[in-house]
């Protein structure tokens, strides 16, 4: 009796085979003069549910780290800043630098015109991923801020929760001049979520919460941590609303943002991408505009609401 069974081996692990997905290669965006009528008939009639990103926020002088011209950044993640208190000083030198940037900057015609669209019916309401206020600020009145916001402080400990202005006067106690002193060194570079690159960030006093002495965070959903499960059933309750949904200024890189838009696509409802730049939603969406926000937003409000 021959033996011809391999020699014996532990059996390895071999990774499951998984036929790739067949996914046809979108076509190309239009640009506004096509996509602006184009869009126009997929939305007028219809209740309208709008998504942004960092692209409707960058002509108020916030940049869009994952824009197509924009550096590569690598954003902070939730473990680094729990678990590392050099990480952390670093964190809050450059956020007490930052935020006022953010504090200052002022909607822009891109925000304006949501808010014209949602006071003529057009439009349900906005879910932005952005943590800079600017749509509320503008006048929106339904207005979901997926990630939070830079504007309130939540202690990971016991949970209370502050206003950043609040902290700005206890680590402007904590660190005299320190802000001043970056501030008038050069002009510095301040990230989405109100990060500034500061030199040298060694003598930083963090302050902790008044409450309970527990570690204080911007409420700001940072990588690695997910959306408040309460937040995203506002978020899908919002486009379940509407019959249509209209992103603007955003890649989709993050899925927090992209399950809105596969939600409404696979109801069979129409989808229309407005961006500079390809997303992760492209072969998805019922239609894409190339275009700034600033451009393409007050020139859809006026065809809808007119
Ligand atoms: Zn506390």
């Given at each position: 009796m021959s033996h011809t069974a391999p020699p014996t081996t532990a059996p390895r692990a071999v990774p499951r085979q998984v036929a790739p997905r067949f996914v046809p290669a979108p076509t190309p965006p239009h640009d506004l003069d096509v996509g602006l009528?184009?869009?126009?008939?997929?939305?007028?009639?219809?209740?309208?549910a709008v998504l942004t990103g960092a692209g409707i926020s960058t002509d108020s002088g916030i940049p869009d780290y994952r824009g197509p011209d924009s550096p590569p950044r690598r954003p902070m993640t939730y473990?680094?800043?729990?678990?590392?208190?050099?990480?952390r000083r670093t964190y809050w030198a450059r956020n007490h630098v930052g935020w006022r940037h953010v504090h200052r900057t002022r909607p822009n015609a891109g925000h304006d015109a949501v808010v014209r669209m949602e006071a003529r019916g057009a439009v349900v309401g906005v879910i932005t991923q952005n943590v800079d206020r600017l749509h509320t600020l503008a006048g929106s009145r339904s207005v979901i801020d997926l990630h939070g916001t830079y504007a309130a402080i939540v202690c990971l400990d016991c949970g209370d929760r502050t206003t950043r202005d609040a902290l700005a006067r206890r680590l402007?106690?904590?660190?005299?001049g320190f802000a001043e002193a970056v501030g008038s060194v050069a002009d510095v570079e301040i990230a989405p979520d109100a990060?500034?690159?500061v030199e040298s960030t060694e003598g930083f006093r963090v302050a902790d919460c008044e409450r309970c002495g527990g570690m204080l965070k911007p409420d700001i959903v940072y990588f690695g941590e997910s959306v408040p499960r309460e937040r995203v059933e506002r978020a899908y309750a919002l486009v379940d609303s509407a019959d249509a949904l209209l992103v603007a200024g955003s890649s989709l890189a993050v899925m927090s943002g992209l399950r809105f838009v596969r939600h409404v696509a696979r109801s069979g409802r129409p989808v229309v991408i407005v961006n500079r730049g390809a997303t992760r939603a492209d072969v998805e969406a019922t239609l894409r505009v190339h275009a700034g926000t600033s451009q393409a937003l007050p020139a859809l409000a006026e065809r809808l609401t007119d």
């Open positions: 009528p184009a869009a126009v008939d997929l939305l007028r009639g219809r209740r309208v473990q680094q800043f729990v678990s590392d208190p050099a990480f402007e106690a904590l660190n005299p990060d500034a690159v």
